[in-house]
Protein backbone atom coordinates (compact mmCIF):
# COMPACT_ATOMS: atom_id res chain seq x y z
CA UNK A 1 0.00 0.00 0.00
CA UNK A 2 1.10 4.05 -0.88
CA UNK A 3 2.17 5.10 2.25
CA UNK A 4 3.88 8.91 2.32
CA UNK A 5 6.41 10.52 4.79
CA UNK A 6 5.57 14.07 5.23
CA UNK A 7 7.96 16.87 6.52
CA UNK A 8 8.14 20.98 6.60
CA UNK A 9 5.34 22.02 9.50
CA UNK A 10 6.14 24.41 11.58
CA UNK A 11 4.80 26.90 13.59
CA UNK A 12 4.28 30.11 11.65
CA UNK A 13 2.83 33.18 12.81
CA UNK A 14 -0.58 34.45 10.64
CA UNK A 15 -0.17 35.87 6.79
CA UNK A 16 2.92 33.80 6.90
CA UNK A 17 4.53 30.57 4.36
CA UNK A 18 5.99 27.65 4.39
CA UNK A 19 5.82 24.81 2.12
CA UNK A 20 5.39 20.90 2.85
CA UNK A 21 6.57 17.95 1.66
CA UNK A 22 5.90 14.44 0.92
CA UNK A 23 7.30 11.58 -0.61
CA UNK A 24 5.81 7.28 -0.94
CA UNK A 25 7.84 5.70 2.08
CA UNK A 26 8.74 2.56 -0.23
CA UNK A 27 9.93 4.25 -2.83
CA UNK A 28 6.82 3.39 -5.48
CA UNK A 29 6.80 5.86 -8.38
CA UNK A 30 3.75 8.59 -8.78
CA UNK A 31 3.54 9.42 -11.87
CA UNK A 32 0.50 7.91 -12.35
CA UNK A 33 -0.98 8.65 -9.20
CA UNK A 34 -3.40 11.32 -8.27
CA UNK A 35 -1.81 12.54 -4.97
CA UNK A 36 -3.37 14.71 -2.65
CA UNK A 37 -2.70 16.51 0.70
CA UNK A 38 -5.69 16.20 3.84
CA UNK A 39 -5.54 17.70 7.01
CA UNK A 40 -6.88 16.76 10.52
CA UNK A 41 -7.34 19.75 12.79
CA UNK A 42 -8.34 19.19 16.62
CA UNK A 43 -11.59 17.87 17.32
CA UNK A 44 -12.32 17.71 13.50
CA UNK A 45 -12.57 15.02 10.72
CA UNK A 46 -9.93 14.53 8.19
CA UNK A 47 -10.35 17.08 5.21
CA UNK A 48 -9.43 17.24 1.37
CA UNK A 49 -7.39 20.21 1.08
CA UNK A 50 -5.65 19.85 -2.58
CA UNK A 51 -5.25 17.33 -5.03
CA UNK A 52 -3.56 16.77 -8.34
CA UNK A 53 -3.79 13.78 -11.10
CA UNK A 54 -1.18 12.92 -13.59
CA UNK A 55 -3.67 13.86 -16.36
CA UNK A 56 -2.51 18.20 -17.26
CA UNK A 57 -6.08 18.79 -15.24
CA UNK A 58 -6.35 21.77 -13.00
CA UNK A 59 -5.91 20.63 -9.40
CA UNK A 60 -8.52 20.73 -7.20
CA UNK A 61 -8.23 23.15 -3.71
CA UNK A 62 -10.47 23.11 -0.92
CA UNK A 63 -12.52 26.38 -0.81
CA UNK A 64 -10.99 27.40 2.17
CA UNK A 65 -7.29 27.11 0.40
CA UNK A 66 -8.06 27.77 -2.54
CA UNK A 67 -5.81 31.42 -3.95
CA UNK A 68 -3.45 30.31 -0.86
CA UNK A 69 -2.44 27.25 -1.43
CA UNK A 70 -0.42 24.98 -4.43
CA UNK A 71 -0.17 21.37 -5.14
CA UNK A 72 2.49 20.37 -7.30
CA UNK A 73 4.00 17.27 -8.22
CA UNK A 74 7.95 16.31 -9.47
CA UNK A 75 7.93 12.86 -11.01
CA UNK A 76 11.79 13.12 -10.85
CA UNK A 77 12.01 13.72 -7.54
CA UNK A 78 8.94 11.51 -7.06
CA UNK A 79 7.79 14.14 -4.35
CA UNK A 80 4.38 16.06 -3.92
CA UNK A 81 4.36 19.65 -2.77
CA UNK A 82 2.22 21.76 -0.91
CA UNK A 83 2.65 25.85 -1.19
CA UNK A 84 0.74 27.21 1.55
CA UNK A 85 0.68 31.20 1.53
CA UNK A 86 -0.86 33.58 4.04
CA UNK A 87 -1.74 31.04 6.54
CA UNK A 88 -4.42 31.81 9.30
CA UNK A 89 -5.06 30.12 12.77
CA UNK A 90 -7.92 27.89 11.01
CA UNK A 91 -5.10 26.09 8.66
CA UNK A 92 -3.40 24.41 12.03
CA UNK A 93 -3.75 20.93 11.62
CA UNK A 94 -1.64 17.82 11.16
CA UNK A 95 -1.30 17.17 7.70
CA UNK A 96 -1.34 13.81 5.48
CA UNK A 97 -0.35 13.02 1.87
CA UNK A 98 -2.24 10.21 -0.14
CA UNK A 99 -1.85 8.52 -3.68
CA UNK A 100 -4.81 6.82 -5.41
CA UNK A 101 -5.35 5.19 -8.76
CA UNK A 102 -7.92 6.20 -10.92
CA UNK A 103 -9.57 8.75 -9.45
CA UNK A 104 -10.13 12.59 -10.61
CA UNK A 105 -8.32 15.41 -8.29
CA UNK A 106 -11.96 16.17 -7.14
CA UNK A 107 -13.13 13.35 -6.18
CA UNK A 108 -9.59 12.15 -3.94
CA UNK A 109 -10.12 15.29 -1.98
CA UNK A 110 -13.80 14.65 -1.60
CA UNK A 111 -13.95 11.33 -0.72
CA UNK A 112 -10.88 9.94 0.00
CA UNK A 113 -11.01 10.98 3.81
CA UNK A 114 -13.58 8.47 4.33
CA UNK A 115 -12.49 5.91 1.94
CA UNK A 116 -12.09 2.25 3.59
CA UNK A 117 -8.81 1.63 2.50
CA UNK A 118 -7.00 4.61 3.09
CA UNK A 119 -3.82 4.23 4.73
CA UNK A 120 -2.04 7.48 6.25
CA UNK A 121 1.90 8.30 7.30
CA UNK A 122 2.54 10.12 10.41
CA UNK A 123 1.92 13.65 9.00
CA UNK A 124 3.52 16.64 9.49
CA UNK A 125 2.27 19.51 12.17
CA UNK A 126 1.55 22.93 10.64
CA UNK A 127 0.67 25.45 14.08
CA UNK A 128 -0.17 29.13 12.94
CA UNK A 129 -0.43 31.51 15.57
CA UNK A 130 1.36 34.79 16.69
Known amino acids: QLQFVESGGALVQPGGSLRLSCKPS?????????VGWFRQAPGKALEGVSC????????FDADAVSGRFTISKDNDLNTVYLQMNNLKPEDTAVYYC??????????????????????WGQGTQVTVAA
Open 98 to 119: AGQIGATARAMCRAYPTYKAAT
Open 52 to 59: INYLKEPP
Open 26 to 34: SGLTLQYYT
